[in-house]
């Protein structure tokens, strides 16, 4: 997987994009490929940001179910 670009790379092309100019013109300022520009194109219309939010959770499985949790706080 690649590094991340710079953030001020970042918000050069985010005010690139939001200025209306094609991914060629953006290439030529920044010297970013096409592609990278077109994803995060898409990733800033799809989530809002550049780069994909973490789908990855964090932290150990839950012991009991919320049903379960419920039972036990009742019965105290």
């Known amino acids: ?3 991340r670009l ?4 970042i918000h050069r ?3 690139h994009l939001e200025s209306g100019e094609s991914p060629a013109e953006i290439y030529k ?3 970013v490929s096409k592609r990278t520009i077109e994803r995060i ?6 989530f809002g940001q550049p780069y994909t ?5 964090l932290g150990r499985p839950r012991a ?3 049903a379960q949790e419920l039972v036990i706080s009742n019965s105290i």
Request: proline share 15%; charged share 20%; glycine share 0%.
């Open 1 to 3: 997987m690649p590094a």
């Open 6 to 9: 710079p953030d001020d790379v």
């Open 13 to 15: 092309i985010q005010i």
């Open 29 to 31: 300022a920044t010297k």
């Open 41 to 46: 194109r898409l990733n800033l219309d799809l």
């Open 53 to 57: 939010p973490s789908t990855i959770v």
């Open 64 to 66: 009991l179910l919320p």
